[in-house]
């Protein structure tokens, strides 16, 4: 069973880690990426403020090919927090975001 792991504007920023972090959701069985429109409006925004050299059209395409590369990851209509358990990714590493659901430790999947 993947982890479900939130990838949030701050990580999705940098191309170098961008490539990475949609190369290991793209693996089987390790994590389950998930974004919302709203970080990728936060990403691209953040993208075209830094480098004006990027038109309107790049970014339309770049968020394309990510909503194209990692199967079910846009999240619509829901909170991300209804999930059972979530992870978010930070530039600082990974911390714990919500764990509802889970009545005992044992319930975790092991890694």
Same mark, same amino acid.
């Given at each position: !069973?993947?982890?479900?792991?939130?990838?949030?504007?701050?990580?999705?920023?940098?191309?170098?880690?961008?490539?990475?972090?949609?190369?290991?959701? /793209?693996?089987?069985?390790?994590? /389950?990426?998930?974004?919302?429109?709203?970080? #990728?409006?936060? =990403?691209?925004?953040?993208? $075209?403020?830094? +480098?004006?050299?990027?038109?309107?059209?790049?970014? @339309?395409? +770049?968020?394309?090919? !990510?909503?194209?590369?990692? $199967?079910?990851? #846009?999240?619509?209509?829901?909170? #991300?927090? &209804?999930?059972?358990?979530?992870?978010?990714?930070? =530039?600082?590493? =990974?911390?714990?975001?919500?764990? &509802?659901?889970? $009545?005992?430790?044992? @319930? +975790?999947?092991?890694?």
């Amino acid at each position: !069973m993947a982890f479900i792991v939130v990838y949030d504007a701050n990580v999705l920023y940098p191309n170098t880690l961008r490539d990475l972090l949609i190369r290991i959701a /793209q693996l089987p069985h390790l994590v /389950q990426a998930k974004w919302t429109d709203k970080i #990728l409006d936060e =990403m691209l925004t953040a993208l $075209r403020k830094n +480098l004006p050299d990027i038109s309107e059209e790049k970014a @339309s395409r +770049l968020r394309e090919l !990510m909503n194209a590369a990692v $199967r079910d990851c #846009l999240v619509e209509g829901t909170s #991300l927090s &209804s999930q059972s358990w979530i992870f978010r990714i930070r =530039m600082t590493g =990974m911390c714990l975001l919500r764990l &509802s659901g889970l $009545r005992r430790r044992s @319930s +975790l999947p092991r890694t």
